[in-house]
């Protein structure tokens, strides 16, 4: 029980969250194979799903569910946004 409510007014995770987060354990070693197994397993484009795994590792719920494979997709978001603000930093010539 926390703050008075029951542990079940936690938010839980729904049926979609679980095969993704599932799909997502996976070792996929080339971006085209899994592109095409989200299409297969999901029937949604690539762009719809990883906004959906976005909302998703932000998720308490799922952090409770499987805390190393958030934390992990965590880091590997963080470090390609790190990278994409280098890149636009730099913009191609040196900083000062």
């Known amino acids: 029980m926390l703050d008075g409510q029951p542990r079940d007014a936690e938010p839980h ?8 987060l599932a799909f997502e354990a996976h070792a996929w070693q080339q971006p085209g194979v899994k592109a095409e197994g989200i299409r297969e397993e999901f029937g949604m484009s690539a762009a719809r799903y990883y906004r959906i795994l976005g909302e998703l590792i932000d998720s308490p719920a799922a952090l409770r569910h499987d805390p ?9 978001r963080d470090a ?6 280098r890149r636009s930093l730099s913009n191609g010539r040196t900083l000062d």
């Open 13 to 20: 995770l729904d049926a979609l969250a679980l095969r993704v």
């Open 80 to 85: 390609r946004a790190a990278t994409r603000a």
């Open 68 to 76: 190393m494979l958030v934390k992990r997709l965590q880091r590997l």
